[in-house]
């Protein structure tokens, strides 16, 4: 069948495609075990993590732990900040939703109580709380869809940092290499049909076309199941 496929060899785990994973700073989560209480914590430094889009803040809380949180826009180096029931509605602060105004901008939404959050983490972006009711807390997403949480899940107040990270373009293409090695990403990303066939099922030197259905057998070995796997239709929509 020739050669081992790109696809395989990322899932091997090879030194060329595994992420830069020494270079992370550590996880960005909210403070957990917080069991009806309300801590408070200072923010010690602001830093570039390669895992995140946003800047990432070391915080020292009240009881002597330290964690990284997502940086909001407007927060410095030495702001308090609070977290848990009773705590402040301001910028950086980390309440349950039930306790946080309509209308907020918010981030870094749990998904469930605990998890430290999971939803609206991207550079620039937020979240709105629209309307509470017995079955949960709706919110507008970034890309305009309304979704259901649990009143106790938690979010922070504010709008997450580097909104404006997407304007400066990346000018060559080894900027963006670069880029994307950082995250174990592959770039640049080549067209099956325009490898060799050694390279891909899908590739030849006879013309841009796979040659064979786009849905591989299902049965297929490694190697050989690429393109639609297990579709259930194919084809535009009509």
């Keep these: ?10 899932g091997r785990g090879t030194r060329r495609y595994i992420s830069l994973r020494h270079r992370y700073k550590g996880e ?15 923010v010690i ?4 993590s390669p895992a995140h889009s946003a800047p990432i803040a070391l915080v020292r809380y009240d009881d002597g732990e330290e ?6 826009e407007g927060i410095a180096i030495g702001d308090t900040i609070s977290i848990g029931k009773g705590a402040e509605i301001k910028t950086g602060c980390t309440l349950s939703l039930l306790d946080i105004p309509d209308g907020s901008s918010i981030y870094n939404i749990e998904q469930i109580k605990g998890d430290g959050g999971r939803f609206v983490r991207a550079s620039g972006t937020f979240a709105k709380i629209l309307s509470k009711t017995k079955n949960g807390v709706t919110i507008l997403m970034p890309s305009k869809k309304e979704k259901i949480f649990n009143s106790n899940c938690m979010a922070t107040i504010g709008i997450v940092a580097g909104g404006g990270r997407t304007d400066k373009p990346f000018v060559k293409a080894g900027n963006r290499w670069h880029a994307m090695r950082a995250r174990g ?3 640049p990303i080549t067209s099956a049909v325009a490898k060799n066939a050694v390279d891909h ?17 299902r049965f297929a070995p490694p190697g050989r199941k690429v393109g639609q796997i297990h579709a259930k239709r194919t084809g535009r929509k009509r």
């Design 185 to 187: 990403k592959l770039y």
């Design 45 to 48: 430094t602001l830093e570039h």
């Design 67 to 72: 964690g990284y949180i997502i940086a909001p």
């Design 28 to 42: 960005a989560r909210n403070k957990s075990n917080i069991q009806n209480e309300s801590h408070f914590g200072t």
């Design 1 to 10: 069948m020739g050669r081992r496929i790109t696809s395989q060899a990322r």
């Design 201 to 217: 099922p899908f590739g030849s030197g006879r013309g841009r076309h796979m040659g064979k259905p786009s849905v591989p057998p």
